[in-house]
């Protein structure tokens, strides 16, 4: 079984950048579709970003597009996420996730077509 953990967040102003890291270990992850989530205070868990196998899409929620950026590094088994231009908005706790059952090409955005998640890193953006 794969493992994940993020690292990279942390309080940021207004308009900063950050990159977010997700490190696998137990098993490679370059066939599995891999993404990242969101949870704000008092509301559901949400999906930021999408990648596939090898990197050949990438897909974004609405409201992040042109500010993330997600790729991968299936040789080192990680995953980041760039994020420019924070708002407070994006305060948030960050989950990386792996989606191990799927094809090579699918993008799966739902919560309940990811298997494995990490603990999360907390990212918070003061205005």
């Known amino acids: 079984q794969v493992q994940l953990v993020e690292s990279g967040g942390g309080l940021v102003q207004a308009g900063g950048s950050l990159r977010l890291s997700c490190a696998a270990s137990?098993?490679?992850?370059?066939?599995?579709?891999m993404g990242w989530f969101r949870q704000a205070p008092g509301k559901e868990r949400e999906f930021v970003a999408g990648?596939?196998?090898?990197?050949?899409?990438?897909y974004y929620a609405e409201s992040v597009k042109g500010r993330f950026i997600i790729s991968r590094e299936n040789t080192k088994n990680m995953m980041y996420v760039q994020i420019d231009s924070l708002i407070p908005e994006d305060t948030a706790v960050y989950y990386c996730?792996?989606?191990?059952?799927?094809?090579?090409?699918?993008?799966?955005?739902?919560?309940?077509?990811?298997?494995?998640w990490g603990q999360g890193t907390q990212v918070t953006v003061s205005s």
């Open positions: 996730a792996a989606s191990t059952g799927g094809s090579r090409y699918g993008r799966p955005r739902s919560t309940n077509e990811y298997d494995v």
């Open positions: 137990g098993r490679t992850i370059s066939r599995y579709s």
């Open positions: 990648i596939t196998w090898y990197g050949e899409s990438t």
